[in-house]
C-alpha cells in the first residue's frame, strides 16, 4: 500500500449522486476549487429519482445545464399524466391527473418547467458539466476518516482502485453521502421523524409487447391497483424498457431473495392484466422509506445536504429535489465566505433556512404516500405513534429507530411513484405542511392543493375527514406539525356599499393555495374584488383568497 503526497482544497465533497454532482456544478459555476470523491465507480445504473421540480430546474438553468438535461429526458419528454388502474387491458381506470400544468400558471410564473429525467440519464450530465467546470471529481475513492479544526478539515482519502491512501485538507467538509451518512454519525448528529415507513423491491424490465398495450396512454407513472398484484409501472423509453416498484414487507419476514424471476414475472403480469406478457427481468433493487430530519445540518466547518439531512418518502420525488436546492443554497453561501465578501456567520443560515424546508417537506410526503397509498405502506397505527417518536430522538446518530409494524391493506388504493415531480417551495404549492390541504381536498397536481376531490377506487368520492390522515397526523414530530385548519367556505356575498378604502399593502400567506399573495400593492382605485381575480391561482376560486399567517415551522 502506497502513501500519497498531501492534496489542500478549498471543499471536500463526500458523496457523488444527485446531490453531490449538484453542488459540484454549483461550486464550480462560481469559481469555487473543490473534490469531490464518490466510493462508488461511477454513477447511478438505475433508472429511479425521475421527477425534478419546477425550482430544480430553475437552479439547472442558471447553472446553464437545462439544454442538456433537457436532451437527456427527450425519450419522456411527452409523459404527463399519473393513471390509477386495475389493469392496463382496456380503457378501465381514471388519470389522477393528465396535465402538469392545466391552467398554464406556472408557464406565466417561470421561464421553465418541470422535466421528467431519470437519475441514469441526469447524473452523467451532472458528472461532464461539473468537471467541464473544474471540477475534480474522483470515482472509486472513499473517505475513511476525518478531523476538523478551527482552521480547516483533515481527511483521510482511500482510492479503491490503485489501493493508495492520501490526505486531503480543506476549509470545509460537505456530506452527501447518502442516508446511512458515515459522516452524520462520526459527528453524532441526531435524527428526528417517524422513522422507516415502508419499503419496495424496484425492478427493471424489458417487454416488447408492454408499448401496445398501454397504447398512446403517456403516462408518469401507473398505480396498478391489481388486489393480489399491486405495483407502479413507470416507463423508461415508452418502448420496450421500464420499471415496476413491488410492494416489499421484511418486517414480516419477507427476504429479497424471495423476489425470484419467476415472481416477479407473474407478478408484473398479473398486475398488468396480460398472462402471457413477454417479461425479461433486466435488474432489481430494493429500497426503504423513511421520514427523518437532522437536528441540525452543520457541525464546525462540516455542513450535512441531502439524504444525510433529511430522509423522505419517494411518492412526489420531494427527496432530490430538496436536497438539490440544499446545494444551491449552500453553495454560493461557501463561495461568499471562500472570496471574503461575506463573513462565516453567513453560514449559520443554512441550517436556519434549510431544515425548516426539510421537516415541512418530509411530513408532506409522507401525507401524500398515506393518501395515495404507496404499495407496500400502511399508516402506522396510534398506539405505535408514541413510539416511533420517542425512538427518533435518541441520543446517539447510530441509534435504531423503532419501525412502526404496517398493517395489511384489506383492498389496495391509489399509489404514486416516488417519480412524481415534486414541489418548489416557497411560492409554488405544498411545500408547506400537511394541513396546509385541508382533508377535504387533494392534491390534484404535483405543486398544488386542488379542491377537486379525489375519487377513490370503487368510484366513490374520499370522505371530507379520511381517517388514513387522521391515523398518520398522529405520527409526525411536533417540530413538523403546523395548525390543523379546517375547510372553508364560501363567505356571503357583502351588504351595503362597496368599500372604497384600497385593499392592504404587504405579503400574506393563503393558507388553502399554500403560497405567499399580495406581494404588491393593488393600483390605486382598483376594486378588492378585481384585484383578488388577478391573483393566480385565487381568479378559479375566489373564495380561497383569504388573509391567513403562514404555518408555524
Known sequence: ????????????????????????????????????????????????GRGNNVRTMELFRVAGIEPDIRAAASLLADNHGILQTPTLVGDAGEWLFKHIDPGGGLARSSPTNWCLCSQNDLEPVLLDNARELGGDLRYSHQMESFEQDDYGVTAVIHDRAADE???????????????????????GIRQTGPGDLFANVSVTFRSAALADV??????ICCYLTHPDADGALLPVDNKEHWVFHAPWHPEHGETLDAFTEERLQHHIRQAVGVPDLDVKITGKASWRAAERVTDRYSSGRVFLTGDSAHEMSPTGAFGSNTGIQDAHNLAWKLAAVLAGWAGPGLLDSYDTERRPVALATSARASARSVEHSHPGFAPPPASAAASAAASSTSSSATATHTTPTPTTRSSPTPSTSPDSPAPAPPTSGCAAPAPACPPSTSTNAPWSC???????RAGTRRPAASPTRTEYASTRTASARAPTRTSPTTPSPPTGPRPTARPPTGRFWYGRTGSWHGARQAPSGTRRRSYERSCEPCSTRPDLHRRRRPPAL
Do not use: C, K, N
Open 165 to 187: 491512501r492520501y490526505t486531503v485538507h480543506a476549509d470545509y467538509l460537505i456530506a452527501a453521502d447518502g442516508p446511512r451518512s458515515p459522516v452524520r454519525t462520526a459527528l
Open 214 to 219: 398501454v397504447g398512446d396512454r403517456r403516462f
Open 1 to 48: 500500500m502506497q502513501q500519497r503526497a498531501d492534496h489542500r482544497i478549498p471543499v471536500l465533497i463526500v458523496g457523488g449522486s444527485l446531490v453531490g454532482l449538484s453542488m459540484s456544478v454549483f461550486l464550480g459555476r462560481l469559481g469555487v476549487r473543490h473534490l469531490l470523491v464518490e466510493r462508488h465507480s461511477g454513477t447511478s445504473v438505475h433508472p429511479r
Open 450 to 456: 386542488s379542491p377537486t376531490p379525489r375519487t377513490t
